[in-house]
Structures are given as structure tokens and as C-alpha cells.
């Protein structure tokens, strides 16, 4: 059964510091999203992103944040100078041909920053 | 605007019992609804959704939900709690342009024995 992939599972990084995370989407899927869940919190949307461009993005997706598909199959978020607060699991989610179609999560890259 | 509320935050039942995890929506188009399940350290996984077809939605693992307008409502039910079903479910709705998901706050469900 296909699935949406991330890597890595767990990232610890200093504060400051640059974090690239990772997300294979499903393969025929045309929408792929970023969501974070701070420990204990809702999930909140950060972006999406449909035929190469950002098609929405939340207030939390400020300018340290970056969405990138760089080869047709990754689908990357980079984090540019993280702080303490960024710290969360960050879902992957793809969905398919057309809108309202469900959304296929990631189980998540947990990022620690320190 | 698109928006769900989950009443409950916490939810315990005996096994063998009826779940109900509540969920109300706002929207302002006709709504296309889901409920996802979280398991202790895993991502998100679809357990139903609603998308105009039939009111009454099946899913996954014996669940099923009901998508009331009058009510704004799509409430998850399971007739008979396992202990497997302790877990965080998480209600959606997605938004008029298809492009993101909104969530609720979540319902952490506990089964006891």
C-alpha cells in the first residue's frame, strides 16, 4: 500500500541552526502539505503546496520557513534559524488528483531543538 | 471560514461500551468532513470521511459517523469500546479551495477494562 515517507524520524539540533526535513509523498499525488503538533497540542497547518508553488500557508509559516520539491519526489521543509519553540512533530501529508480527497499522513519527523 | 470543534478533550469508557467523540463545523460551503486516529507515537490515519455521498459513513475498525446539517454536526461512533481504541482522534474539515485541512483540538480516548 503506497504511504508517505519522512525522514529522519527524530532530529535534535541547536538552537540557530538550519533542519531540513524530508517527505517522499505518495507518488501519483498532486497536494502536499507541512502540518506541526506541539506535544500536547492540536495539529496546525503550516502550508501547502500544489503544481510547484505554495497555494496556502498559515501565520506560523513566517520566513524562516521554506518549502521546497526539489527532484519530483521529495518534498522538503527547511527550518532556517530554529528556536526553542519550533520544537514539535512535523507531519508530511499528500493527497491525491482532486480537492477534498483525504489527506495521507507522514508518522512524523520529531524535532528537538536545544 | 472553514472550523471544527471537538467537545471533550477527554473521553473515558469501559470496554464493550459506546464511544461518541463529538464534533461540531463551521463552514461555509458545503463541508467535506473527516476523522483521523492517532495512535502513541505514530502519524495520523484516516478512519472515515464525508464527502456528500451518504449522511451515515463507515469506516474503519468499526467506527462510523453521521453528518448532520441541521446540527453542523459529525459526531464518530463506535457501538462497543476495545482496548485498541485508546487513542487521540482528530476531526477535519477541509477547505473550500481543497488546499488544507483545518483540525480540531483533538479527543485522547481511554478504554478501561
Known amino acids: 500500500e503506497p504511504e508517505v515517507t519522512q525522514t529522519p524520524s527524530h532530529q535534535v539540533t541547536q538552537m540557530g541552526q538550519e533542519v531540513i526535513l524530508r517527505c517522499v509523498p505518495i507518488?501519483?499525488?498532486?497536494?502536499f502539505y507541512w502540518y506541526r503538533q506541539i506535544l500536547g497540542q492540536k495539529v496546525e497547518f503550516l502550508v501547502s503546496f500544489y503544481n510547484n508553488e505554495i497555494s496556502e500557508k498559515s501565520e506560523i509559516f513566517d520566513d524562516q520557513f521554506s518549502v521546497e520539491r526539489p527532484d519530483g519526489s521529495n518534498f522538503t521543509l527547511k527550518i532556517r534559524s530554529t528556536k526553542l519553540e519550533d520544537s514539535a512533530m512535523y507531519f508530511c501529508?499528500?493527497?491525491?488528483?482532486?480537492?477534498?480527497?483525504?489527506?495521507?499522513f507522514g508518522q512524523g519527523t520529531r524535532l528537538t531543538v536545544v | 471560514a472553514q472550523s471544527v470543534t471537538q467537545l471533550g478533550s477527554h473521553v473515558s469508557v469501559s470496554e464493550g461500551a459506546l464511544v461518541l467523540l463529538r464534533c461540531n463545523y463551521s463552514?461555509?460551503?458545503?463541508?467535506?468532513l473527516f476523522w483521523y486516529v492517532q495512535y502513541p507515537n505514530q502519524g495520523l490515519q484516516l478512519l472515515l470521511k464525508y464527502t456528500s455521498a451518504a449522511t451515515l459513513v463507515k469506516g474503519i475498525n468499526g467506527f462510523e459517523a453521521e453528518f448532520k446539517k441541521s446540527e453542523t454536526s459529525f459526531h464518530l461512533t463506535k457501538p462497543s469500546a476495545h482496548m485498541s481504541d485508546a487513542a487521540e482522534y482528530f476531526c477535519?474539515?477541509?477547505?473550500?479551495?481543497?488546499?488544507?485541512?483545518?483540525f480540531g483540538t483533538g479527543t485522547s480516548l481511554t478504554v478501561i477494562p
Open positions: 463552514s461555509s460551503v458545503p463541508p467535506y
Open positions: 477535519a474539515v477541509s477547505g473550500n479551495t481543497g488546499n488544507q485541512f483545518y
Open positions: 507518488s501519483n499525488h498532486l497536494y
Open positions: 501529508a499528500s493527497s491525491g488528483q482532486t480537492m477534498n480527497t483525504e489527506a495521507f
